[in-house]
């Protein structure tokens, strides 16, 4: 039998040279030399896909709990019509205040009609989808929503969404950590849980009525893609909801800054959406969603396109820097400071979410500009060559021309 490789000396020889194959990262920092040669077990492709966890900026330091979750480590749901996968409180813990599940439905797929004690809101990822709903005053809304658009249900109200002829991806966001998709309240499952003879009293028509209902909660169900909209249109006679469910976000006119644009909506411009507000965030290849925080509440955040990494800063000199990519939760706890580095060759897009009726966060730079300048320039020693540049409008993504930042400066050899 072989020895392990490990125990042979020549082969240990050859994995310690530093001209190792390129493509095997190493955890050692090649700006201090600190660290060593992997020599165990290991999962190449996990520490790939992690360059600054596997070998952290000199500055990272101290105990940042983990503020990072792929869809692709989560379990699939998978049913006829569809499927979904969530990241919750269970997944990432720190994150309590929101939760996220990602559902795609086949062309005619149902998730079927349900409601819940917690808000919706959600972004339509690829594809189109039908949604309705009806509220307490029997107002009903049904609308068509395709890229790029949102929708927002308040907690209680019963809705369903169904596919379109294209069939559809979605991501949707829950006001609490705790939330399930898989834990709501469903009419299939109460119809099942319901004696034949109080159905038959509550709907008045004879127990046979309801001989075929589904045994348990149906969740996920494939039907035939729905007709036109004009031809599905139910009229109330108390009128259609006063505050639309739905918003197109992408249509929005951006803020464009160098580096990017962002749009932010919340209850200011979307009305209903009370308990959830966002940004939509585009960040190109090596521009940076500038050092800020936000005064209101956690930042749950969902990569749509690209990658990056994102160092968050916990104070008493703990800092900490995460990897991302298309598909990853990101989260970061009430006040830290964080900044969001496109590290790829592609735009990197994401979504900041917080459960909160406004958008709000607080750029460094803005801070520092409207502070006296000799208190900035005594606090932190500089000079006037950092606050004459400080400038007094935010602006949420950076790029300067000839400033940029240092990309896996880990892997061996350079
Ligand atoms: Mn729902
Ligand atoms: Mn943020």
Redesign the pocket.
């Known amino acids: 039998m072989d020895k392990p490789v490990r125990n042979q000396p020549q082969q240990t020889r050859q994995m310690l040279q530093p001209s190792a194959p390129a493509s095997i990262p190493q955890p050692i920092r090649s700006s201090d030399g600190a660290g060593g040669i992997d020599l165990g077990p290991r999962d190449i492709m996990r520490d790939r896909e992690n360059p600054d966890m596997f070998v952290p900026p000199a500055t990272d330091a101290g105990l940042v709990p983990n503020l990072k979750f792929s869809f692709s480590d989560a379990h699939m749901q998978l049913n006829q019509g569809g499927w979904s996968r969530e990241v919750t409180r269970r997944e990432l813990p720190i994150a309590t205040t929101m939760a996220g599940v990602n559902m795609s439905l086949t062309p005619g797929g149902v998730r079927e009609l349900?409601w819940?004690q917690q808000a919706?809101w959600s972004y339509m990822l690829v594809g189109h989808a039908r949604i309705t709903a009806v509220d307490q005053n029997g107002r009903n809304f049904i609308a068509d929503v395709g890229p790029g658009d949102l929708w927002y249900?308040p907690p209680g109200i019963p809705?369903s969404i169904q596919g379109l002829a294209d069939g559809c991806e979605f991501l949707?966001v829950f006001d609490d950590g705790g939330f399930s998709d898989l834990n709501?309240l469903s009419i299939s499952d109460w119809f099942a849980h319901t004696p034949p003879d109080v159905l038959s009293a509550n709907f008045g028509v004879p127990e046979s009525a309801f001989r075929t209902i589904p045994p348990e909660q149906v969740y996920i169900f494939q039907d035939a893609v729905p007709g036109s909209l004009e031809s599905q249109r139910i009229e109330s006679p108390y009128g259609a909801v006063p505050q639309s469910f739905t918003h197109k976000l992408l249509a929005q006119p951006p803020l464009v800054t160098p580096g990017g644009s962002v749009r932010i909506v919340d209850s200011t411009n979307f009305p209903v959406s009370k308990t959830v507000a966002a940004a939509l965030v585009e960040i190109k290849p090596g521009a940076m969603r500038e050092m800020h925080w936000h005064p209101n509440n956690d930042e749950w955040q969902y990569y749509l396109t690209g990658q990056g990494r994102m160092t968050v800063f916990a104070g008493n000199g703990a800092a900490r820097t995460f990897d991302y990519r298309a598909g990853d939760v990101g989260y970061v706890p009430f006040a830290f400071g964080h900044y969001i580095q496109n590290t790829g060759t592609q735009t990197l897009w994401f979504l900041e979410m917080f459960k909160s009726d406004r958008f709000q966060d607080v750029s460094l730079n803005q801070w520092m500009a409207l502070t006296p300048i000799q208190l900035v320039q005594d606090n932190l020693h500089v000079g006037a060559e950092l606050t004459d540049a400080l400038r007094k409008e935010k602006w949420p993504v950076v790029s300067y021309p000839g400033f940029t930042y240092k990309s896996g400066e880990g892997f061996l050899p350079k």
Do not use: A, Q, V
């Open positions: 349900h819940h919706e249900f809705h949707l709501t």
